[in-house]
Nanobody, 116 residues
Framework: QVQLVEFGGGLVQPGGSLRLSCAASGFTFSSYDMSWYRQAPGKERELVAR????????NYADSVKGRFTISRDNAKNTVYLQMNSLKFEDTAVYYCNARKMMTEYWGQGIQVTVSS
């Protein structure tokens, strides 16, 4: 059974940091590109960051470049999103995504709220 379970969300003040984790099981984690998406209220889901399976090259949404870092640990079947210098507009539900060709899996999402 495929599972993607996100951890680490919560409430943080502007300028603060959070680290999201996504634990994967039920598929060959190392052969999938891993991504974080987010969806704010009233907005469409958007790609935040992606890390490619073999090269580990990364790409980021312009809005998070220089503040967020995606990484993966294939030994632990886990992908991370380190979020620094958080802003009000980073408030959203964050989703973990695994993709390999036409196969795609999603986590259930985790809330991140940036508020003073």
């Amino acid at each position: 059974q495929v599972q993607l379970v996100e951890f680490g969300g919560g409430l943080v003040q502007p300028g603060g940091s959070l680290r999201l984790s996504c634990a994967a099981s039920g598929f060959t984690f190392s052969s999938y590109d891993m991504s974080w998406y987010r969806q704010a209220p009233g907005k469409e889901r958007e790609l935040v960051a992606r890390i490619i399976k073999y090269t580990r090259s990364t790409n980021y949404a312009d809005s998070v470049k220089g503040r967020f870092t995606i990484s993966r640990d294939n030994a632990k079947n886990t992908v991370y999103l380190q979020m620094n210098s958080l802003k009000f507009e980073d408030t959203a539900v964050y989703y973990c995504n695994a993709r390999k060709m036409m196969t795609e899996y999603w986590g259930q999402g985790i809330q991140v709220t940036v508020s003073s």
